[in-house]
C-alpha cells in the first residue's frame, strides 16, 4: 500500500469513526457529509463553506449607476469596485470573500464588518508556494518583505487615539481591488495617487507637497517620474521623520533622481558627516526644504537666493552674506561652473601624483640597490662577533618627545580625517561607531589638530632657541644645519648612480637629503592644512572675510594634503627609515635617541670623519640604550608602525572604492 | 482512496452483497432484479411503488389493486358540500406506470409468506423478495344491529370515497328543507380521527346556503375527538354550534351517543339513551385491517403488528404491512400517515436488498380540515421511533394543532394549504 | 508491509473504538433523505410542489432553507404549520434537509396570471429587486422566487408589508420605494410577473 493510501485508509477510518459516533461528520475532516447527504453544488466540499462568485457580489458593488449605498444608520457608504479594474489586478482571480472574510453568503443579511486579513494570507501562500520552480508567486518574496517592513514601521503602531487599531494598515494605501502587475498601467496610476492616499491622513504634508515642484509635475503634469510620497519616506519602512533613520532615509532616496547633487552633497563636509550617520547636520530637505521643495528660480523657495541664508541660519547662527557664496553642491570635476575648485583639484593631485611618483621610485631603485649589494656581500652588515657597545647620540630628549607626540596626533588626524574623507566605506562608519559617533570624532580630530599645531609651534620656538642660542658658530648651511644645501643636491644625484651601480654610495652628512625632505615638508602641509582646518574650524569667523567659497576650497585642499601626507608618511618615510634592507625591520632611533655607532658611521660617514677629524666625536658617544630603554623603544615603534601601516590601508581602501 | 465517498461505499458495499445476496434471494441472478408486490393501490401502496422505483430503479415492482382509479378518501367530505365533484378526487394508475410499475388490476385473495408469493382471486400468483400490504380497513359490520354491506347500500358510511359518497351527496341535496342529518362516528380506533367532524362541517357548509334550516347531529361513542377545539370554535363560528339554533349538533358517548341498532325502514336509530330518527343517516361503522390481513395472517386482533423501524410484519418476515391496517402506534390512520410510513419501508426494502441495515425511520403527519369556505384547521406531528418500546413517539416540543383564535387571514390560508397538501400528496403517491 | 499491519490495526483500533461508543452515543437519526422524504405531502415529491399555494423547496438556497427553518423553530416567521413542523428537527436534521433539497432539480407549473400585470412586474423587478433576486428571481441564494406559487409570494409579500414578518436586510426600504412609487398594484405585479416564469 502506498504511503499516499495508507493515510487516506486512516482517514477514512476516522471519517467513519466520526460518521459513525456523529451524525454530522465534521467539515474541517475534507468530506463534508451530513446525515448521509454530500454537501450541495455551491459550497467547497472541504471547507463547507460558500463559493460565492465575484460576479454575484460584482451584481451590486460593480454597478456604475449606484456606487454609494445607505448605512443601517442612514450614513453613505461607497461600495462600488471597478470590475476591470480587480480583474487585471493581481488579486484579479481572487474571489471577493477569500479577502473579505465575513461575507459568508450573498446578499449579506447583516452590515458586514470589514474585515480583511492581508498579512496572513500573503505569508501563508508564499510560504506554499516558495519552493515552485514555476516563479509566479516570486514576487510575493517582496511582498514579505514589504510586510516585514510594515510591522516595524511607525504605521504598524497602535494609533494614540485608538489602541485598537494600527496607525495605518494595508488598505488604507493599497487600493487591494487595483493592484496591478509590475510594469501595469495600474501601478503608474498608483504611483501618480499616491500623494493622494497618503494626504488622506497626511493633510499638511500633502498642501505642501501640491506646493512643489514634484507636487505640480505629479498632480498637475501627471508626471509619474516625479517623486512622489514613498520616494522618499519609502513605501513600507516608513518611520517618524524625526528618526534618524527615517533622515538618512529620506536623504539617501533624494539621491535615487538627483544623483549628482548627491555625489556632490556626499563630497561636502555636511555630506560626509551625513553619510557616517550623522543627522544633525544639513540634509536634502534643511536647505531644500522637504515637502515644499521648489527650484532657486522661485522666489518662494528655501533655496531662493533671498531665502537661503535662513537656512544656514539654522545651524551656523551667526552666519553672514558670506555664507551665501558658499558651493554647498560645488564640483571639483566641473571646471565649467567651478573653476576655482577645479585648479584646486588639479593643483593638489599633481602635488600628490610628483611627490609619490618621485618617492616611491626612489623607494623601489634603493631597495633594489641594497638588495643587490646584499646579494654580493657589500653594504651594512651587522657584525654578530662584535655588537655595538657604543651609540652616537643623534636626539636630545625633547626632540624624542616631539617626534612621538607628533607621530600620534598625525596618525589621529589622518584616522579621524579620513573616516569623513572615506565616508562611503564601512570601515569609516564602524570607526565612527568604535569612537562614539561622529560628534566625538570631530572633538578628537580638533583636539589632535590643536595639538599638532602646538607641537609644530613648539618645536619651531625649540629650534630657533637652539640657534640664537649657538648664533655665533651656527653655520646656517653646514652639517648639522636642516637647510638644504648644494651637497644635498650632489647627494641625490650620486643615490640615483649608486641605486643603477654607476656609483658608490654616497657619504652622507649628518642630515640625508631625504631626512631634510622629512623636516621641511611638514611646513607646508602645517601651512595648507593647518590653514584650511582653522578655517574649516570656525566657518562663520572665517567668513567674516573670506567669502563662503573659500569652504569648498579649504575642504578640497585639507583632504587632498592630508592624503598626501597620509600616503607619503606612511610609505616613503617608513621605508626610509625602517623598512630598507640595512634597516629592517625598525629603527628606534626616535625613540631611544641614540643610533649604534657603527651604524652612524656607515650613514653618515662624512659626519663622522669630519667628528672624528675635530675630536668632538667623544661628545657624542653614549653607551648602548638599556636593555628595558631598548625594548620599550622597539614596543613604540612596532605599534606605531602598524597603526601607520593600518591607516595607510585603511586610506588605499577609501581610495580605491572612492565613488568618484 | 482520496475520493472515498458515500456513494463508492455503497457500491462496494452493494457489491459485497451480491455474493451473500445470491443466496437470500436466488431471483436476483436471473430477473432483471429483486421482486417486490404490492397489494392495494391506496396511498401506502402507491407511495411504496413510486419510492421503491425511485430509490433503486432495478427493483421490479408489481402492484395489485382490484378498483381500475382511486378515489381519494381525503378530500372527499368536499363532495358532500359540493365544493368538489367526485371526478375530482379519482386518478388512474398511469403515474405509477410511468415509474415502471406494473398495475395488476385483480384482488389479492391471500399471501403465502412460505413460497413468497401473492396469490390472486383470478388465480394468478405473483412470486416476490418483499411484498408490501396496504390493504386500508375493513368494517366490523356486527357492531351496529341492522346495519350490513347491503343496508349501506342505502344508508351509506360512505368511508371508502366513491359510490357512496356520491350517494351520501345526493340523499342531501334531496333531503327537505329543514331536514335532519345524522352521522353516526366510530369508536376509536379509525381511519381518519377528523373525518367524522369535517364532514359534519361540509354538509352544514352546503346546507347554510341550500337548507339554513336543517340540522346535523353526530352521535358518538366517545367522549373527545380529534381537533375538538377547533371543530367546536369552527362549527360555534360558522354554523352557530352552541346556540340554540345551530345547525350542528354532537352527542357524545356520556350523552348517549352510541348507537346499538338500526331500523333502516324508519330510518331510525337506537342510542343507548334514545332513539333518533333523521332524513338522512351516514354510518361509520367501527374498523380493523382489510380483508387480505386476516387472509393472511396478519393480524394480531383488529390489527397488523409491525417492527416500526421498517413496518415488517412482525408475524411474517418479508411482509411490510402500511397504513391503515397496521398497528402503527401512535400515528394516526391517515393518508400523510401511510404516505410517510411508505418511504420508510420502502426505504428498508431497498437497504436490505442492497445488503445495508435499515436506516433509522423519520415520520410526519399532518391533516387539514376544511369547515368552511374560507376555514382550515390542521394538525401536524414529527415522529422517531422509540427502538426500545417499538412505539412512534411525537418528538417533543413539535407539532400539534392550529392555535385556536388564529386571525381569518390564517384560517383562509390553511384551506388553500389544504388543497396544496391534497394535490401534492395525491402527486406524490402516484404522480 | 510493516507499515500496513500497522495501519491496518489503526484502522481496527478506530472502529472497535467507534462501536464500542456505538450504543452508548447514538441517537435515532435518520439519514437527511429520509427527512426531507417527509416534506413531499405538502412540498411535492423532492420538493417540487404541484401547488396551489405551497412553496416549492427544490433548489432552495441551503443557507436560506436554514434560515427559514430556525425562524419557524423559534417563533420568529408568521406561519400556519411549518412553526409546528420545524420545531420536530434537530439544526443538524434542518441543515442535512437543507442539502437534500438544495439538489434537487426544481419542476415548475405553469401558473394562471396577468400578461400585463406580469409585464409591468418584469419591470418593477428589474428596478427594484434585480440585485438581490438576480437572474429574474431565479438565483436562489436570496431566495427562488421565480416560478414560486402566487397565493404563497401574496402571503410572503402580505405578511412582510403588514410587519408579521422581519424583512431581510434592505428589503423594505426597497419594498417601501416600490409600493410607494406604484401603489398596491406593484405587489400584485411583482407576483403576476415571478407566478409567469418557468
New interface residues.
Partial sequence: MSKISLKYSTWFAFLLFIAVVFPLSATENGVATLLGEEIPHGFDPKTGKRIIPNERCLTCHGDEKQQTDVRDDGSPVKIFVHRKEIEASVHGEQSCNSCHVTIERVPHRKAPAVIVGCIDCHKETWDEYKNDLDGKHDRLKVVNEQIDSFMQSVHAQPSKLDQSQTNATCYDCHDAHNVGELGSIQRAEKRLKNPEVCGRCHEKELVAYKTSDHGKAVLEKGDSESAVCSDCHTTHDISSPESDKAKRAITKNCGDCHEDAQRTYFDSYHGQVHRLGYTNTAKCHDCHGGHEVKGADDPTSEIHANNRLENCKVCHTEANENFLTFWPHGDADDRENYPGLWFFKIFMQILIFSVMAFFWVHVMLWLYREVMDRIQGKGFIEDMDKPDIVYFRRFPLVWRWIHGLFAVSTMTLILTGTTLLFSHTSWAKAVVVFLGGVEMEGIIHRTAAVIWLGIFIAHLLIAISNIWRKRDEFKWFGSTSMLPNMKDARDLRDMFKWFFGKGPRPEFSHWTYWQKFDYWAPFWGAAVIGTSGIMLFMPEKTALFLPGWMFNIATLVHAEEALLAAIFLNSVHFFNVHFRPERFPMSTTIFTGAIPFEEFRHDHSEEYERLVASGEINNYLVRRPSRRADLAASFITSVLIMAGLALLTLVLIGLATSPN | ??D???RDFIRIASGATLATGVLGFPGLLLAAGPKVVIVGGGVGGCTAA??LRKLDPRIDVTLVEPKAAYTSCFMSNEVLSGDRTIESITFDYEGLKRHGVKIISDRVSVIDPEKKQVVTDGGERFPYDACVVSPGVDFKWDAIEGYDAEVAETIPHAWFAGKQTVTLRKQIESMPEGGKVIIVAPPNPFKCPPGPYERAAQIAMYCKHHKPKAKILILDPKDAFSKQGLFRQGWSKLYGFGTENSMIEWVGAAGGGKVEAIDPSTMTLQAEIEEFQADVINIIPPQKAGKVAFASDLVDGDWCPVDKMTFESKRHPGIHVLGDASNAAKMPKSA?AA??QA??AA?AIVARFNGLEP??????N?CYSILGEEHGI?V????????ETNVIE??K????L?PMDASDE?RK??V??A???F???I??MM? | MQRDNIMNKTVRNLLVAALTLLPATVLADPTAQALAFTCAGCHGTDGSSVGPSSPSIAGMDPEVFVDAMQAYKADQRNATIMDRIAKGYTDEQIKGMSWFFAKQPLLLKPQKHDPDLAKLGADLHKEYCEKCHSDGGRESDSGILAGQWMPYLEYSMTDFVEGRRAYPRKMKRKVDAVLKEHGKKAQSALIHFYGSQQ
Fill in positions: 482512496m482520496s472515498f465517498n458515500r413510486k419510492y400523510y404516505n410517510s418511504k420508510v426505504a436506516g433509522d425511520p423519520t415520520f410526519v399532518t390542521s401536524a406531528a414529527v415522529y422517531r421511533l422509540d427502538k411525537s418528538i416540543g413539535s407539532g400539534g392550529s390564517q390560508r390553511e388553500t394549504y388543497h396544496s397538501w394535490k401534492n400528496l402527486h406524490d404522480g
